[in-house]
Every structure is written in C-alpha cells, then in structure tokens.
C-alpha cells in the first residue's frame, strides 16, 4: 500500500478515510472495475459532491507495471516496504 500526499509528494504512513454511503458505494464499484479489468494505467478519482476532495486508486505490481506510472509513484513503488 503507497499513500501519497499529493501536495508535498511524500509518502504517508497511515490515513483516515471517512465516506458517506454514496461515496462508499462509488469506491466498490470502482475496486471492483480495478480488479476485473486490469488495465494497464486504469485509475479512477472518487471525488466529494462539490470536487474539493479527492482520492485516487490504482492498482500496481512492481514486477509487472510499474513503468506505466511516472517517475515519483515509480519510485514511491520501488521503494515501498
């Protein structure tokens, strides 16, 4: 598991994600297209009503995909315990 802060970039170690019940709903559909597509570079943003929040999801292997992603997720990858 990565979890970046998109503002400075660097990797956090824990988080807290509180979802109402549509976004909850949005966020399974959305694993579930992850798991069962397996497109390479497929992500998806789950965004709050009014688009000020935003979570993104992918999926990564290092052994398989990792070069569809940019440099910085490359290296939080490679680099992830």
Do not use: P, R
């Amino acid at each position: 598991m990565i979890i970046v802060d998109e503002t400075t970039s660097k990797s956090l170690s824990n988080a807290t994600i509180l979802l109402t019940e549509k976004e909850t709903t949005q966020m399974i559909g959305y694993l579930e297209e992850l798991l069962s597509n397996k497109k390479q570079n497929e992500h998806y943003h789950l965004n709050n009503d009014n688009f000020s929040k935003e979570i993104t999801i992918a999926l990564y292997d290092k052994t398989k995909n990792v070069d569809i992603f940019s440099e910085k997720y490359k290296t939080l990858i490679l680099t992830e315990d």
